[in-house]
């Protein structure tokens, strides 16, 4: 099922915060959801209350003037391994998943340490308090169960299968994926952004807007509008529904910032 939770957001904000350039340096309050708009427009107007933060803040932009824009291209197009799936489908492979013959949770038999073999779910964290499993009906507890591992649950498994570790992250270094592409665009929106609104300094608008655009504008190097490939299990499923948690900082470190960038009057 797509995740398209962000879709609109994409649409609104981008399309009319990086589509049209303003002349107007003055700036206005910011229309923003989580971080408080008149106190931007107050901490702007007096800097020196936070001047040891905005320092911090502008060594971080600084890093990213004439860096060359990372974007999903970056993984190659050998990362595309599910069927409908494109080069510009944002791509992660699941932390907890080993090769077997690698998987810190097996034996030499390649069968679960006895301390992986509880079942997750008759373990959940709620189902341990006093009385909860009485609070739920069967459907209820039928829907919450599948918050769990979507691969069937082996004791046992052959090499070149993959086993769940759970809470035991593999680097998984030699998988192209877009996560640190990603990571980058993030740091060099936020920081980028917020450098622009508390300077007025037309190269950070730049910067930021630039990478905005090359993710969510650029139809050549754009983000797909969904984590359909994110936390993905090689030869078992293209992604899994916990791939949402890793766009969850879009809405405050993008759509935020560029809200800072259109309220700050920026030309680019």
């Keep these: 099922m797509a995740v398209n939770l962000f879709k609109v957001s994409v649409l609104t904000t981008l399309y009319i915060s990086i ?7 003055s700036p206005t309050e910011p229309r923003t959801l989580l971080i408080d708009g ?3 427009m107050y901490l702007r107007s007096h800097p020196n209350e936070i001047k ?4 911090s803040i502008i060594g971080r932009a600084q890093k990213w003037q004439g860096k060359t824009i990372d974007t999903v291209l970056n993984k ?8 409908g799936s494109s080069i510009n489908d944002y791509y992660t492979f699941s932390p907890y998943y080993w090769l ?3 998987a810190p949770c097996l034996n030499e038999n390649l069968c679960l340490l006895a301390e992986f073999t509880d079942d997750d779910f008759t373990h959940h964290e709620l189902l341990q308090l006093p009385g909860y499993r009485k609070t739920l009906t069967n459907t209820q507890y039928r829907r919450l169960s599948k918050d769990f591992d979507p691969v069937s649950g082996l004791e046992c498994y052959k090499k070149g299968q993959y086993a769940k570790c759970d809470g035991m992250a593999n680097g998984h270094t030699n ?6 592409a990603k990571n980058n665009m993030l740091q060099a929106v936020l920081s980028s952004s917020l450098s622009y609104w508390y300077t007025g300094d037309e190269k950070y608008a730049k910067v930021a807007s630039d990478w905005a655009r090359a993710w969510f504008v650029n139809q050549k190097t754009r983000m797909n509008p969904n984590t359909n490939f994110a936390q993905g299990i ?8 916990y791939g949402i948690i890793e766009v969850n900082r879009f809405i405050q470190d993008v759509f935020e910032m560029l809200e800072l960038l259109t309220a700050g009057g920026r030309k680019h």
Excluded at 19 to 25: A, I, N, P, Q
Excluded at 52 to 55: C, E, F, G
Excluded at 76 to 83: C, I, T
Excluded at 175 to 180: F, L, V
């Design 175 to 180: 998988n192209p994926n877009d996560k640190q």
């Design 100 to 102: 077997a013959e690698e």
């Design 52 to 55: 040891d933060a905005i320092s």
């Design 38 to 40: 008149p106190s931007l």
């Design 19 to 25: 589509g049209v350039k303003y002349t107007d340096s």
């Design 234 to 241: 090689t030869g078992l499923i293209p992604g899994q529904k």
């Design 76 to 83: 190659g197009s050998g990362a595309n391994q599910w069927p």
